[in-house]
């Protein structure tokens, strides 16, 4: 049995719809319940242009019958929600130990649908892990937006409450906190040149200054035809981890520039960018995709030390099948909004006010830019705020000439 119901919240200063849904077992009992709003943007070709089409998750998705409560060890809970012409995001949950998690989120958009797709056929499907985790009896909460980067396709999820494996069929009363929550609403003292934080995910202070951005620094790697890595960027490390005590902390490190080192190497069809800061290193691996003259973020590995107080001190974590910071050869890649890449479940890069080229560079300068999705989308905003008060200034401008004129032939001449 299947329930969906609606209500309002607001997304990036627009009314925009945060539904709630819930799938029960052939009993009735309640096993998921997802309260979220899902902001969409897909890159896609018409007629051989590139095109983007930005949507949100509408007030009419549905629960798909495909969604389930799951079956013991033999099959997984799964939120399936379907909308439009055959467009539908899955929430594929698993359970390990004391936590549960969206171990995968998949996209299945349909390019035939011209209300939102124009001149573009055929459908296709994306997925990605995702960092969306908590403790088994609570529910998982986040206000912040989480950005989620696939193959041409970006999804932000906002004003998140979800729990799957209920036991009660109602939201638990206790919650674990995403880390961007935590970072917005914890003080950060960076009483070290490190600038580290260390909170626990499950508790709520008060709220407090959110931390710095990291200053943005420039590197650069050399290779046998001259500069092939040129890159500024502000960097940071983000890192969840358990505490000696059992509970769960947050580890946030901005690399501040005149003391990080760098250097890689390159060759025809991969570049690698090391970064050091103190007892963190970040490896950024480039390839080459011949077929379409872009390069991509392919892999990021990265290594530090925690606090004292983790259980592990020494950290170690890598992703090799990414595909992020892509342009055309030639182009530089650059996003002035944060950007969120993800290495493990416990462990972001996130990069600010990014600007970046791989292989090809003449004379050490970046060549044409590519925007990413994300600052287009923010210029999009205020764009439509715009419109929306020229627009109504118009109405009112109308209605008053209107007004103005019957008011004047209610008089007559003697």
């Given at each position: 049995?299947l329930?969906?119901?609606?209500?309002?919240s607001f997304l990036?200063g627009?009314l925009?719809a945060?539904s709630?849904?819930?799938?029960?077992?052939?009993?009735?009992?309640?096993?998921?319940?997802?309260?979220?709003t899902?902001d969409?943007s897909?890159?896609?070709?018409?007629?051989?242009?590139?095109?983007?089409a930005?949507?949100?998750?509408?007030?009419?998705?549905?629960?798909e019958?495909?969604?389930?409560?799951?079956?013991?060890?033999?099959?997984?809970?799964?939120?399936?929600?379907g909308?439009?012409?055959?467009?539908?995001?899955?929430?594929n949950?698993?359970?390990?130990?004391?936590?549960?998690?969206?171990?995968?989120l998949?996209?299945?958009y349909?390019?035939?649908?011209?209300?939102l797709?124009?001149?573009?056929?055929?459908?296709k499907?994306v997925?990605?892990?995702?960092?969306?985790?908590?403790?088994?009896?609570?529910?998982?909460r986040?206000?912040?937006?989480?950005?989620?980067?696939?193959k041409?396709?970006?999804?932000?999820?906002s004003?998140?409450?979800?729990?799957?494996?209920l036991?009660?069929?109602?939201?638990?009363?206790?919650?674990t906190?995403?880390?961007?929550?935590?970072?917005?609403?914890?003080?950060v003292?960076?009483t070290?040149?490190?600038?580290?934080?260390?909170?626990?995910?499950?508790?709520?202070?008060?709220?407090?200054?959110?931390p710095?951005?990291?200053?943005?620094?420039?590197?650069?790697?050399?290779?046998?035809?001259g500069?092939?890595?040129?890159a500024y960027?502000?960097?940071?490390?983000?890192?969840?981890?358990?505490?000696k005590?059992?509970?769960?902390?947050?580890?946030?490190l901005?690399f501040?520039?005149h003391?990080?080192?760098?250097?890689?190497?390159?060759?025809?069809?991969?570049a690698?960018l090391?970064?050091?800061?103190?007892?963190t290193?970040?490896?950024?691996?480039?390839?080459?995709?011949a077929?379409t003259?872009k390069?991509?973020?392919?892999?990021?590995?990265?290594?530090?030390?925690l606090?004292?107080?983790a259980?592990?001190?020494?950290?170690e974590?890598s992703n090799?099948?990414?595909?992020?910071?892509?342009?055309?050869?030639?182009?530089?890649?650059?996003c002035s909004?944060?950007e969120n890449?993800?290495v493990?479940?416990?462990?972001?890069?996130?990069v600010?006010?990014?600007?970046?080229?791989?292989?090809?560079i003449?004379?050490?300068?970046?060549?044409?830019?590519?925007e990413?999705?994300?600052?287009?989308?923010n210029m999009?905003?205020?764009?439509?705020?715009?419109?929306?008060?020229?627009?109504?200034?118009?109405i009112?401008?109308?209605?008053?000439?209107?007004?103005?004129?019957?008011?004047?032939?209610?008089?007559?001449?003697i």
């Amino acid at each position: 049995m299947l329930h969906q119901v609606n209500h309002l919240s607001f997304l990036t200063g627009f009314l925009q719809a945060s539904s709630s849904f819930e799938v029960k077992d052939s009993s009735g009992k309640v096993c998921i319940i997802a309260d979220l709003t899902v902001d969409f943007s897909v890159e896609y070709k018409s007629r051989g242009q590139k095109e983007f089409a930005h949507f949100f998750l509408p007030q009419n998705a549905t629960v798909e019958p495909q969604s389930s409560c799951g079956s013991g060890n033999t099959s997984h809970p799964i939120l399936v929600l379907g909308f439009g012409a055959g467009h539908s995001l899955s929430l594929n949950f698993s359970e390990l130990a004391d936590k549960y998690q969206v171990e995968e989120l998949v996209f299945h958009y349909n390019l035939s649908d011209a209300t939102l797709f124009h001149n573009s056929t055929a459908g296709k499907r994306v997925s990605h892990k995702t960092i969306i985790q908590a403790y088994v009896g609570t529910k998982y909460r986040c206000i912040s937006s989480k950005h989620v980067n696939m193959k041409n396709v970006n999804i932000t999820f906002s004003n998140v409450t979800l729990e799957a494996y209920l036991t009660n069929g109602t939201f638990s009363m206790n919650k674990t906190e995403c880390a961007e929550d935590m970072v917005s609403t914890t003080a950060v003292a960076p009483t070290t040149p490190k600038q580290t934080t260390s909170q626990v995910p499950t508790t709520s202070p008060a709220p407090t200054a959110s931390p710095p951005n990291p200053a943005v620094g420039k590197y650069n790697v050399t290779g046998p035809n001259g500069t092939c890595v040129l890159a500024y960027m502000g960097l940071q490390l983000n890192i969840t981890y358990p505490k000696k005590d059992g509970k769960m902390a947050l580890d946030l490190l901005n690399f501040i520039p005149h003391n990080t080192t760098f250097s890689g190497r390159c060759d025809n069809t991969s570049a690698f960018l090391n970064l050091t800061f103190e007892k963190t290193r970040v490896i950024f691996h480039f390839a080459l995709n011949a077929s379409t003259e872009k390069f991509f973020l392919q892999g990021l590995n990265v290594s530090t030390t925690l606090p004292s107080e983790a259980k592990v001190p020494k950290f170690e974590a890598s992703n090799n099948s990414m595909s992020d910071l892509r342009a055309t050869v030639g182009n530089s890649y650059k996003c002035s909004a944060e950007e969120n890449l993800q290495v493990t479940n416990d462990a972001l890069v996130n990069v600010f006010n990014v600007q970046i080229q791989v292989f090809k560079i003449d004379g050490d300068k970046f060549g044409a830019v590519e925007e990413c999705q994300l600052d287009e989308n923010n210029m999009l905003i205020p764009i439509i705020v715009g419109a929306a008060l020229a627009g109504l200034v118009l109405i009112v401008l109308i209605a008053y000439l209107i007004g103005r004129k019957r008011s004047h032939a209610g008089y007559q001449t003697i």
